[in-house]
T-cell receptor, first 111, second 115 residues
Framework: EPEVTQTPSHQVTQMGQEVILRCVPI?????FYWYRQILGQKVEFLVS????????KSEIFDDQFSVERPDGSNFTLKIRSTKLEDSAMYFC?????????FGAGTRLSVL | AQSVSQHNHHVILSEAASLELGCNYS??????LFWYVQYPGQHLQLLLK??????LVKGIKGFEAEFIKSKFSFNLRKPSVQWSDTAEYFC?????????????FGSGTQLTVLP
């Protein structure tokens, strides 16, 4: 069964550094998403992406965040200058027929 | 904006016990409803979904859920749990129409099934 894959599974970075989280959505899916889950809190929507542009974003998704689909397979989330409060699990998802399929997540630890 | 409440944060059951996990949402319009499960170290996996029609929906692994529109609820049930059902369970809602396609999640319920 096709899966959404995310790399790395765990990323440790220093505060102020840039990080790029990578996702490979399922190949025939058209909508892509990033969510995050801070430890002990709800899974929160960050951004959705369709047809090579952002279609929706939450108030969390400020200027420090950006998304890109640099080629036909990858979908990346960049955080320009990480803060301690960016420490969370980041999930990528892609959609087919209104069902979102999720990756296993990247745990980002900002020190 | 919609919101989702899962009132049980941690449920502990013995094998063969029956399970019911509560989920309530708030949104004035038509919604699509989902239950996802996350086994340790794995991705969020769809258990079942409700879009329209029969309010009692059946999912994988013997799970079912009932949509009660008047109560804004979508509770998850399983008649007899197994040790392998130990996982975290998330209820989620999405607007059924309009441009917003993102899911709004509840806070999750950790289910521990004792052998």
């Amino acid at each position: 069964e096709p899966e959404v894959t995310q790399t790395p599974s765990h990323q440790v970075t220093q505060m102020g550094q840039e990080v790029i989280l990578r996702c490979v959505p399922i190949s025939n899916h058209l909508y892509f998403y990033w969510y995050r889950q801070i430890l002990g809190q709800k899974v929160e929507f960050l951004v959705s992406f369709y047809n090579n542009e952002i279609s929706e974003k939450s108030e969390i998704f400020d200027d420090q965040f950006s998304v890109e689909r640099p080629d036909g397979s990858n979908f990346t989330l960049k955080i320009r200058s990480t803060k301690l409060e960016d420490s969370a699990m980041y999930f990528c998802a892609s959609t087919l027929e209104n069902i979102q399929y999720f990756g296993a997540g990247t745990r980002l630890s900002v020190l | 904006a919609q919101s989702v409440s899962q009132h049980n944060h941690h449920v502990i059951l013995s094998e063969a016990a029956s399970l019911e996990l509560g989920c309530n949402y708030s949104y004035g319009g038509t919604v699509n409803l989902f239950w996802y499960v996350q086994y340790p170290g794995q991705h969020l996996q769809l258990l079942l979904k409700y879009f329209s029609g029969d309010p009692l929906v059946k999912g994988i692994k013997g799970f079912e859920a009932e949509f009660i529109k008047s109560k804004f609820s979508f509770n998850l049930r399983k008649p007899s749990v197994q040790w392998s059902d130990t996982a975290e369970y998330f209820c989620a809602v999405k607007q059924a129409s309009g441009s917003a396609r993102q899911l709004t999640f509840g806070s999750g319920t950790q289910l521990t099934v004792l052998p």
